[in-house]
């Protein structure tokens, strides 16, 4: 079982950092893929990063490679989306995800357990 959730949100200024946290409890959390997607007002939830059970593959959507970096500690139960250079077109909710699968999980059908959601909003 994963159950996510997100912590970390907030306000930040354009070129800032903002590190999201997801506390994902469960007993096979390392066989867990883990992934963050985000969700602006009036446009289509996107998968921004995604990790497999193991720190060895990782997924970043276009926009955000160079910038963002998903990172995962088994021993504390906990994934990271560490989000550097931020932008306003970056400003979302952003949503914790896991799946009960291995791989990479590149679309929200891909994945069982949801978090709440934290809202990011960077200002300009």
């Known amino acids: 079982q994963v159950q996510p959730q997100e912590s970390g949100g907030g306000l930040v200024q354009a070129g800032g950092s903002l590190r999201l946290s997801c506390a994902a409890s469960?007993?096979?959390?390392?066989?867990?893929?883990m992934g963050w997607f985000r969700q602006a007002p009036g446009k289509e939830r996107e998968l921004v990063a995604a990790?497999?059970?193991?720190?060895?593959?990782?997924y970043y959507a276009d926009s955000v490679k160079g910038r963002f970096t998903i990172s995962r500690d088994n021993a504390k139960n906990t994934v990271y989306l560490q989000m550097n250079s931020l932008k306003p077109e970056d400003t979302a909710v952003y949503y914790c995800?896991?799946?009960?699968?291995?791989?990479?999980?590149?679309?929200?059908?891909?994945?069982?357990?949801w978090g709440q959601g934290t809202q990011v909003t960077v200002s300009s």
């Open positions: 995800a896991g799946r009960n699968g291995y791989g990479l999980g590149l679309t929200p059908g891909a994945y069982d357990s």
């Open positions: 469960g007993r096979t959390f390392s066989s867990k893929g």
């Open positions: 990790i497999t059970w193991t720190p060895g593959r990782t």
